[in-house]
């Protein structure tokens, strides 16, 4: 009687039975968490492979959490939040330390702030990242925007673009830019409000990015910044629907070409408000636009002679 392999319908849970073939001997293979290799002749076709999952297994009745891959990584910090923090006060259980450990713990962190700034790569990016938060949180703009022009910077530091040039005008130019590749309705004059340096420095810094790497930054248009407008003037949906029909016809008609796209829209408003009867100045709408009352005269009644 022969015996029988009791090992036969046996299932594990760490092998997976591959659809492809042995190369060699067309037998059958099979992939485990280290390798894959053929189970006729033994050839191993591929080793040390990457697992994506957790190294962690969860089950309903279990209470702790077994989670041991600490916080995600932070774009926004120059080393990407991965620093240990040193206490100040207090241990892990909440009690007041002896002065003679606090003394101690305040030399740990001055050690470690040298040691995490130790270049001057490092202090420029520290320095960059802090002008970029601020002029985000200026512009309310959200975190997705703040990590990627953190990432923008990061990639202009490596590219050696700012050896003689402001770190402010980059950084600001940097917001700029990624606010032009999400289609953000946001002017340089905008931008400029918020950053330690000119529009012309936002400008040319805007310029040197856009040159050097090559940036997806579509032109901005009008109809962008038609619902930025007519949120800050208050005015109503008819108004606003009413207003892309404008714009629509000035592209149609080529009105407002190479000019300032906010100015357009204002002109576009300021026409829209007229027909639904509310009440809007001219000096409201050019200030909101960051146009002269001039300009959006001159949009107002190049619209107007071709209606």
């Given at each position: 009687?022969?015996t029988?392999d ?6 594990d849970?760490?092998v997976?039975?591959?659809?492809h073939?042995?190369?060699e001997c067309?037998?059958?293979v099979?992939?485990?968490t280290h390798?894959?290799?053929?189970d006729?002749?033994g ?5 040390q ?10 089950f309903?009745?279990d ?5 041991r ?5 932070t774009?926004?910090?120059?080393d ?5 923090t040193?206490?100040?006060?207090q241990?892990?259980k909440?009690?007041?330390l002896?002065?003679?450990?606090q003394?101690q713990l305040?030399r740990l962190?001055?050690?470690?702030g040298?040691a ?9 990016q520290?320095?960059?990242f802090y ?5 985000i949180?200026g512009?309310?703009l959200g975190?997705s ?5 953190c ?8 590219e050696?673009?700012?050896r003689?040039?402001?770190?402010e005008?980059i ?5 700029y ?5 999400n ?7 905008e931008?400029?409000?918020?950053a330690?340096?000119?529009e012309?420095?936002?400008r040319?810094?805007f ?7 090559g940036l997806?930054t579509?032109?901005p248009t ?5 619902p930025q407008?007519s949120?800050?003037?208050d005015?109503?949906?008819t108004?606003?629907?009413r207003a892309l029909?404008y ?7 080529g009105?407002?070409?190479?000019c300032?796209p ?5 002109a ?10 509310e009440r809007?100045?001219?000096l ?7 146009v ?5 005269r001159k949009?107002?009644?190049a619209?107007?002679a071709?209606a």
């Amino acid at each position: 009687m022969a015996t029988r392999d009791i090992y036969a319908n046996t299932f594990d849970e760490d092998v997976q039975t591959s659809q492809h073939s042995c190369p060699e001997c067309d037998g059958r293979v099979t992939t485990n968490t280290h390798e894959t290799v053929c189970d006729d002749c033994g050839l191993i076709l591929s080793d040390q492979a990457i697992d994506p999952g957790p190294e962690w297994r969860s089950f309903p009745e279990d209470q702790t959490n077994p989670e041991r891959t600490g916080a995600p990584l932070t774009p926004s910090l120059h080393d990407q939040g991965l620093s240990t923090t040193i206490g100040k006060h207090q241990d892990g259980k909440g009690r007041i330390l002896p002065l003679e450990k606090q003394r101690q713990l305040r030399r740990l962190r001055r050690e470690q702030g040298r040691a995490q700034r130790a270049t001057t790569r490092e202090r420029n990016q520290v320095r960059g990242f802090y002008e970029i938060r601020r002029i985000i949180s200026g512009l309310d703009l959200g975190r997705s925007i703040r990590d990627q022009t953190c990432a923008l910077f990061r990639t202009t530091q490596e590219e050696n673009l700012l050896r003689g040039r402001s770190l402010e005008a980059i950084a600001a130019g940097c917001v700029y830019a990624v606010c032009r590749c999400n289609s953000l309705p946001r002017s340089i004059a905008e931008i400029a409000r918020f950053a330690q340096c000119d529009e012309t420095s936002v400008r040319n810094a805007f310029g040197v990015l856009n040159t050097e790497l090559g940036l997806p930054t579509p032109p901005p248009t009008p109809r962008l910044f038609i619902p930025q407008l007519s949120s800050a003037l208050d005015l109503s949906p008819t108004v606003r629907h009413r207003a892309l029909d404008y714009i629509e016809q000035a592209r149609e008609r080529g009105i407002g070409n190479g000019c300032n796209p906010a100015g357009v829209a204002a002109a576009c408003l300021e026409l829209a408000s007229r027909d639904a009867e509310e009440r809007v100045l001219q000096l409201d709408l050019a200030a909101a636009a960051d146009v002269s009352t001039c300009t959006l005269r001159k949009h107002r009644d190049a619209l107007v002679a071709v209606a």
